[in-house]
């Protein structure tokens, strides 16, 4: 039973525009959720996190929105760079299982030029 | 170079060797996990130690794999009797604290023909 599901596996976006990235969860412990950032052969990269505390969290051209009562968050990345294009993952932890980040499949970004 | 450090980078085995991947943790990181990533997944959580103790551990990880973290600084994943199963990315990874960023590692490719 998959707890984290990234439902797009791929996303396609134009240089310069936004790319929006999805992920949705099922255990309502969660409280902890992150982006990471993969480049093949290459472990992944931290890139922005949130607490449940908060719906919305921005560092520079990436922006995570959390919705808890859909049990939803997206990554947003304004203006979108070729430099991007890589395999997204969400992750997430509950409060008692911090160690214990359960990840989704990812979503592979492509930003065309 | 201050990250999570991982080697060796490629292992290639023959079923049934017995192989170790070593990780150096960020300095000063309590904690250290490991994780395993297949193609087409997310990284799948392994165990993780708190200093030098083993607090967590998944189901994942069979009697064949043994992890250490002796002196609580660096840590050793053994796998027993490789099987072509145990093919993956192994992924080190560190955090300060419980509740702080995980920071990964480059990660450890293991094939077993």
Known sequence: DQQVKQNSPSLSVQEGRISILNCDYTNSMFDYFLWYKKYPAEGPTFLISISSIKDKNEDGRFTVFLNKSAKHLSLHIVPSQPGDSAVYFCAASAGGSQGNLIFGKGTKLSVKP | ?113
């Not at chain 2, 992890?67 to 490789?82: D, H, Y």
């Open chain 2, 1 to 113: 170079d201050t990250g999570v450090s991982q080697n060796p980078r490629h292992k290639i085995t023959k079923r049934g060797q017995n192989v170790t991947f070593r990780c150096d943790p960020i300095s000063e990181h309590n904690r250290l996990y490991w994780y395993r990533q297949t193609l087409g997944q997310g990284p799948e959580f392994l165990t993780y130690f708190q200093n030098e103790a083993q607090l967590e551990k998944s189901r994942l990880l069979s009697d064949r794999f043994s992890a250490e973290r002796p002196k609580g600084s660096f840590s050793t994943l053994e796998i027993q009797r490789t099987e072509q199963g145990d093919s993956a990315m192994y992924l080190c990874a560190s955090s300060k604290n419980p509740g702080n960023t995980i920071y990964f590692g480059e990660g450890s490719w293991l094939t077993v023909v």
